[in-house]
């Protein structure tokens, strides 16, 4: 499925920290007048710079996800009627499964529906993510201030402070980190389970970097905009037309990639065909009068939220009867 692209969504936003955080740096450095745990830093805007590294956001962010999948889905594969739309929300664990060898001998469309719900959006081994996030730089909004702490190793047995065990750490306790998550080719369900990780972070559930359960890797997110584009589509009028073929919508409609794939001899990866929702978003031409693009922007009722909760519409379709999301 990656040979080609249906759909493509990108959501611009802020991390601002609400308490300390610190993304650790992978090694110690010469320089003795630095901490023992040193913020990771990169070169950015012409100077060394702290950030929040992407792998790190992504790990975070998948380990959620998989949290959510198994509290309302199963933790491992169904054995009664594997096809059967009412047996496809689960998780494995991606340290621990041991199918990915068998996967490799498998056609790329049969893993894929055999993967977990959560790796067939982050990837495995077998398959390739979906998901991508940008490393995320602080920018200049809200001034970012870098202080250092001190902490002490505390003996598992007794519960005392390890004498001599004293060491220090950075934090930042205050900026704008900026970054971008790109998801293609995407179900609108898979849209909606990242809006219901982002909603949770954003509402301290979970946090990232070190020392979360010390009351670290608390955030806040700003949403910038959100943009879902069709880059196959044309607009004529009032309508959104598939170039190529005879499908069409209206030009208010948010589209999952089964939408684009009519027909088992296009949709060999089985994406949902009916997945689609009306928006209070008017279709554009996107850059260079080629594709269609719908753009929310903010944080109203006409911003990036209005679009997860269409999204997530379409997830509770996935749900066992009775479960609500």
């Not at 608390?218 to 044309?234: I, N, R």
């Not at 850059?287 to 679009?307: A, I």
Request: proline share 5%; hydrophobic share 35%; net charge neutral.
């Amino acid at each position: 499925m990656h040979k080609r692209l249906v759909n493509h969504c990108t959501i611009d936003f802020s991390i601002i920290p609400v308490g300390p955080i610190l993304i650790k740096s992978g090694k110690e450095g010469a320089d003795p007048t630095k901490p023992n745990m040193e913020f990771v830093e990169t070169y950015h805007a012409g100077g060394r710079s702290v950030y929040l590294p992407g792998s790190s956001l992504k790990g975070a962010i998948r380990a959620h996800a998989e949290r959510i999948v198994r509290t309302v889905g199963s933790d491992k594969r169904p054995t009664l009627d594997p096809e059967s739309d009412k047996f496809t929300l689960w998780a494995d664990d991606p340290l621990k499964n041991e199918n990915y060898e068998y996967y490799k001998k498998l056609p790329s469309a049969e893993i894929y529906k055999q993967s977990s719900f959560t790796d067939q959006i982050f990837g495995n081994t077998s398959i390739a993510s979906r998901f991508r996030i940008q490393d995320a730089y602080p920018t200049t909004s809200i001034p970012l201030k870098i202080e250092e702490r001190n902490g002490v190793a505390i003996d598992r047995v007794f519960g005392s402070a390890v004498r001599g065990a004293l060491f220090n750490y950075e934090v930042c306790t205050s900026g704008d980190f900026r970054t971008k998550i790109h998801l293609k080719n995407f179900s609108l369900a898979q849209l909606g389970l990242i809006g219901l990780v982002l909603r949770d972070l954003d509402d301290g559930w979970f946090g990232i970097g070190f020392a979360k359960s010390r009351g670290m890797g608390t955030v806040k997110l700003q949403y910038h905009s959100a943009v879902v584009q069709y880059p196959g589509c044309e607009l004529r009028g009032d309508q959104i037309y598939a170039i190529g073929k005879e499908l069409n919508w209206p030009n208010t409609f948010l589209l999952g990639a089964g939408e684009f794939l009519p027909g088992k001899d296009e949709n060999h990866y089985k994406f949902p065909v009916d997945d689609k929702q009306d928006t209070i978003i008017t279709a554009e031409n996107m850059s260079y009068g080629f594709g269609v693009q719908l753009t929310w922007k903010g944080e109203d009722e006409r911003g990036v939220p209005d679009l997860f909760e269409r999204a997530v519409r379409q997830w509770r379709e996935l749900l066992p009867k009775g479960v609500n999301a």
